[in-house]
């Protein structure tokens, strides 16, 4: 099995899969991490008729997951590849599917984890927004202090800004992410996304996608 990650937005996804989980673990038959990146998959006809398809993991909630491991679990090869020179792909059409998308997907993956969600929110607004904030709030700082305390904050939050704009760019050079985009709206939007999935998990209630309770 072969999950392989398109150009764009979803890149910048797979970036943060590939911190978490090694592919070199992944595709290691010694270890039993498994990973699948659902919305482009290639299989092996032989494996894929083993494992029962689809079919298999019609009830699950995150099933491109579920077949990763079930590939793992049967000893077939399993690989997390990059491809962001053959394919690209969009992964919902509006905000609405995008917080129902992920909701779901954070539901699962955090598992008995749940109490990372506040923490991660916290470090994905500090390191996407925090440049930004920052200097906003020491400007003006700096206009009302006018002190060389304000002026000292200034310059901190603008080096700090300045190396955001290096990771965009750096990032549009090497995956083709747009540069442009509010990254401190993005991160507030996934931030509320992983909490809520975490409330919701911690409280019992079910997870709901395509009109489908599980």
Not at 49 to 76: C, F, N, P, S
Not at 195 to 200: E, G, I, N, T
Request: proline residues 3%; contains cysteine; aromatic residues 12%.
């Amino acid at each position: 099995l072969h999950g392989i990650t398109g150009s764009g937005k979803t890149e910048v996804l797979a970036q943060r899969i590939v911190a978490l989980l090694d592919p070199v673990r992944v595709r290691s038959p010694k270890s039993e991490i498994a990973v699948g990146y659902g919305p482009f998959m290639f299989f092996r006809f032989a494996a894929y008729t083993a494992i029962g398809g689809h079919a298999a993991v019609a009830t699950e909630v995150v099933e491109d997951l579920r077949l990763a491991q079930r590939i793992k679990a049967a000893r077939w090869p399993l690989a997390y590849v990059h491809g962001i020179a053959a394919l690209e792909l969009r992964m919902y059409d509006s905000l609405r599917q995008i917080i129902s998308g992920w909701k779901k997907n954070f539901h699962v993956s955090l598992g008995a984890a749940q109490w990372f969600a506040p923490l991660g929110a916290l470090l994905l607004l500090l390191v996407f927004a925090g440049p930004a904030v920052a200097l906003v709030g020491s400007a003006a700082f700096w206009l009302m202090a006018g002190s060389a305390a304000s002026a000292k904050l200034l310059g901190a939050s603008l080096l700090c800004y300045a190396a955001d704009w290096l990771g965009r760019l750096s990032l549009a050079h090497s995956y083709g992410v747009s540069w442009r985009g509010m990254r401190s709206l993005g991160s507030a939007v996934v931030a509320y996304i992983l909490c809520v999935s975490s409330y919701q998990a911690v409280m019992g209630r079910p997870v709901v996608w395509r009109g489908r309770a599980y």
